[in-house]
């Protein structure tokens, strides 16, 4: 359950191309994921999420796939915007109550 | 509607002391989850309460108690303050406590030990 992590800690985005950040996990049990944007000073908000009977969905500007053959994770922002720089930090939710965190995906937006 | 709701938003305490910090679910949200979330790491869980019972817990000490009341508020207390207690300590709240229930997070109370 601790084992989320984020392939890169840093992500440079110029302003209008798409972002794709990548999430690892490591508990097959797993069965729910959610992405959370935090920004400075603020909470984790909601993103998107996604159960593990499926491999893809899609939201207003962001998709999340999920392939658990090789326990992984990934979520796409279309057309960044400089109010997408945040930290965006993937959670599992293995058996049990808790959701797990990676240590998170800093995104900055170039204009 | 209001969201997760959080108080104090900040503040500062000596080390040995106690401090309680607050939440108000999103309305008719029923589960109440607390976390601890140390600069430039991902939060770290803490307690999961549901109909005020307490469904989980995660490696903290003794020195961390939490309560959920019929409203379904909750307050998280850790008494004998550390150092490393200084953390945002965040709550969350879905509508039931079962698994895949998409769960919100409120702002934060931002904990300094000094």
């Known amino acids: 359950g601790e084992s989320v992590g984020l392939h890169l800690p840093t992500l440079s985005v110029q302003e209008g191309d798409n972002s794709i950040i990548n999430c690892a996990y490591s508990?097959?049990?797993?069965?729910?994921f959610i992405w959370y944007k935090q920004e400075s000073g603020k909470g984790p908000q909601f993103i998107i999420d996604?159960?593990?009977?499926?491999d893809k969905r899609q939201g207003q500007r962001v998709t999340v796939l999920l392939n658990k053959t090789v326990k992984h994770l990934s979520l796409q922002i279309a057309a960044t915007q400089p109010g997408d720089s945040a930290v965006y930090f993937c959670a599992e939710n293995p058996p049990g109550y808790k959701l797990s965190f990676g240590a998170g995906t800093t995104v900055t937006v170039r204009a | 509607d209001a969201g997760v709701t959080q108080s104090p938003t900040h503040l500062i305490k000596t080390r040995g002391q106690q401090v309680t910090l607050r939440c108000s679910p999103i309305s008719g949200h029923k589960s109440v989850s607390w976390y601890q979330q140390v600069l430039g790491q991902g939060p770290q869980f803490i307690f999961q309460y549901y109909e005020k019972e307490e469904r989980g817990r995660g490696n903290f000490p003794d020195r961390f108690s939490a309560r959920q009341f019929p409203n379904y508020s909750s307050e998280l207390n850790v008494n004998a303050l550390l150092l490393g207690d200084s953390a945002l300590y965040l709550c969350?709240?879905?509508?039931?406590?079962?698994?895949?229930?998409?769960?919100?997070f409120g702002e934060g109370s931002w904990l300094t030990v000094v």
């Open positions: 508990n097959s049990a797993s069965d729910y």
């Open positions: 969350a709240s879905s509508l039931v406590g079962a698994k895949g229930n998409t769960i919100y």
């Open positions: 996604i159960r593990s009977n499926m």
